[in-house]
């Protein structure tokens, strides 16, 4: 167990929704980063948030948005959903985001678009 | 942009055999490398990583990695595997100029034969 949350474990919708995943980052935790796992683009970083700002973009889509909160949880809003959207979502988070920071995951979220 | 090759797609041993897995990088400054593994259904979590110092790291369940620099490698080893191990292996890489993100390589899927 990383001490990183995720919620839910796993969602299942329909194409042109709007869902909301949920990361609680480690007690301590400052950064807190998203990823994209698929079998196509394999593990690709989304975004990252560093003590409520934005710090870093990846390649995340302009239908996608996220926000950390003060009390630091993260949530990841996926909206007009296509089937290509399904994967596995994963957040994790570091001490402060440094170069020399370690990033630690959490179970991530399964998101089946039909 | 940094990238990580991984060029082993799926790798399979009986069990006490020896495991090298090979990890290459692109990235012509300072990076931190790091090895995670991800057990069948669970998330991605950190065997190993190297930030500067003795070149060869030792990591959790009796993993290894040596970084040689000339050869822009990371590759992954263990003395004897056990089924255990059964997994798939992430290589990833954090360069010293832009965003904390990590790169990704594409995974090798590693199956030990009991």
């Known amino acids: 167990d990383s001490g990183v949350t995720q919620t839910p474990k796993h969602l299942i919708t329909a194409t042109g929704q709007r869902v909301t995943l949920r990361c609680s980052p480690r007690s301590g935790d400052l950064s807190v980063y998203w990823y994209q796992q698929s079998l196509d683009q394999g593990l690709q970083f989304l975004i990252q948030?560093?003590?409520?700002?934005?710090?870093a973009k990846g390649n995340i889509l302009e239908r996608f948005s996220a926000q950390q909160f003060p009390d630091l949880h993260s949530e990841l809003n996926l909206s007009s959903l296509e089937l290509g959207d399904s994967a596995l979502y994963f957040c994790?988070?570091?001490?402060?985001?440094?170069?020399?920071?370690?990033?630690?995951f959490g179970p991530g979220t399964r998101l089946t678009v039909l | 942009a940094q990238s990580v090759s991984q060029h082993n797609h799926h790798v399979i041993l009986s069990e006490a055999a020896s495991l090298e897995l090979g990890c290459n990088y692109s990235?012509?400054?300072?990076?931190?490398l790091f090895w995670y593994v991800q057990y069948p259904g669970q998330h991605l979590q950190l065997l190993l990583k190297?930030?500067?110092?003795?070149?060869l790291v030792k990591g959790i369940k009796g993993f290894e990695a040596e970084f040689i620099k000339s050869k822009f490698s990371f590759n992954l080893r263990k003395p004897s595997v056990q089924w255990s191990d059964t997994a798939e292996y992430f290589c990833a890489v954090k360069a010293n100029f832009g965003n904390e993100k990590l790169t990704f390589g594409t995974g090798t899927r590693l199956t030990i034969i009991p």
């Open positions: 190297y930030f500067s110092g003795d070149p």
């Open positions: 990235y012509g400054g300072t990076v931190n």
């Open positions: 948030y560093y003590n409520g700002e934005e710090r």
């Open positions: 994790a988070s570091s001490v402060v985001g440094g170069f020399t920071d370690t990033q630690y």
